[in-house]
Nanobody, 127 residues
Framework: QVQLEESGGRLVQAGGSLKLSCAAS????????MAWFRQAPGKEREFVAA????????RYADSVKDRFFIRRDNGQKIVFLQMSSLKPEDTAVYFC????????????????????WGQGTQVTVSS
């Protein structure tokens, strides 16, 4: 059974930094494209960042580019999202997601392309 468990969300002041973690179990991980999405109240879930297999590169939403950094530790089966220069509009529940291995080493931004999801962790940025 695949499980993705996010942690690290909390209340932080604008301009601050935060590091989210997602621990995976039940999947190969090293051959899964991993991603972070977020969902603010009353809004649709949106793509934040994704990372390919080892050395394969990453992609970011324009709204977080140059402020957020995604990386993965295949040995520990953890994907991280380092967030800096946080803004109130970054407030949301952040979800970790994994594409199925059969999908290959391709980053997609649509939620429907991700088969496995965590329960989410709340990030609140105060002004």
């Amino acid at each position: 059974q695949v499980q993705l468990e996010e942690s690290g969300g909390r209340l932080v002041q604008a301009g601050g930094s935060l590091k989210l973690s997602c621990a995976a179990s039940g999947l190969t991980f090293s051959t899964n494209v991993m991603a972070w999405f977020r969902q603010a109240p009353g809004k649709e879930r949106e793509f934040v960042a994704a990372i390919r297999w080892a050395g394969g590169g990453s992609r970011y939403a324009d709204s977080v580019k140059d402020r957020f950094f995604i990386r993965r530790d295949n040995g520990q089966k953890i994907v991280f999202l380092q967030m800096s220069s946080l803004k109130p509009e970054d407030t949301a529940v952040y979800f970790c997601a994994a594409r199925p291995a059969r999908a290959g080493n391709i980053i997609m931004e649509e939620t429907t392309e991700y088969e496995y999801w965590g329960q989410g962790t709340q990030v609140t940025v105060s002004s």
